[in-house]
């Protein structure tokens, strides 16, 4: 497996318009495959991040490199070291919600820029999982945002999200047991 250094070199030296071709390659891969191809850059998990389009209106969808920190999903518009910012980044400014596919699953999300304590909290997460950024940073003429995208719970998931036991224990208090089924 290549370095992050090596992997950083490359997507930077593909430039902004290079990187937007491997994204419309990856994209399909991706969805075909539940994210088994197309899904990691290096260590690094890789999501599908479809905005809607600040000038079109229209869904635009690309691969990017996340953390996972806890049930949000963190993203670092550096685009590959590029001084333009990424497409998602401006369409994400305009519009600041999304649908994530991560794997097979989707989900919609919300979308906010980090500040201060916790942006350098979530740099320095993201750094540690691909060292790339640091690169990507000193070739930038700008500070790069630290994004998070927050899942967005439809109503009454929170509840079902609760915690109600191991299915035997569902089962059991609903009646649809066996003697034998019930520890």
């Known amino acids: 497996m290549p370095s992050d250094g090596f992997v950083a070199k490359f997507s930077n030296s593909i430039g902004a318009r290079g ?12 969805r075909l495959s539940g994210g088994r191809l197309g899904g ?9 991040l479809t905005t809607t389009g600040r000038k079109s209106g229209e869904p635009r969808t690309a691969p990017i490199l996340y953390l996972a920190h806890g049930k949000a999903m963190i993203l670092i518009d550096t685009n590959g070291g590029n001084e333009k910012l990424p497409g998602w980044s401006y ?3 305009a519009k600041p919600e999304g649908e994530v596919q991560i794997g097979q699953r989707k989900f919609a999300v919300s979308a906010r820029i980090a500040a201060g304590a916790e942006r350098e909290e979530l740099w320095r997460a993201c750094t540690d999982q691909y060292s790339g950024f640091d690169e990507y940073v000193e070739w930038l003429d ?3 945002s630290v994004w998070v995208l927050e899942p967005l719970e439809a109503e009454g998931d929170a509840e079902e999200d609760a915690d109600v036991g191991t299915t035997r224990e569902s089962s059991a208090a609903t009646g649809d047991t ?4 019930i520890i």
């Open 19 to 30: 990187l937007r071709l491997v994204g419309r390659l990856n994209v399909p891969l991706y």
């Open 142 to 144: 700008r500070i790069p």
């Open 91 to 93: 369409n994400l400014k």
């Open 40 to 48: 990691k850059v290096n260590d690094g998990p890789v999501l599908l």
């Open 178 to 181: 066996a003697p034998d089924d």
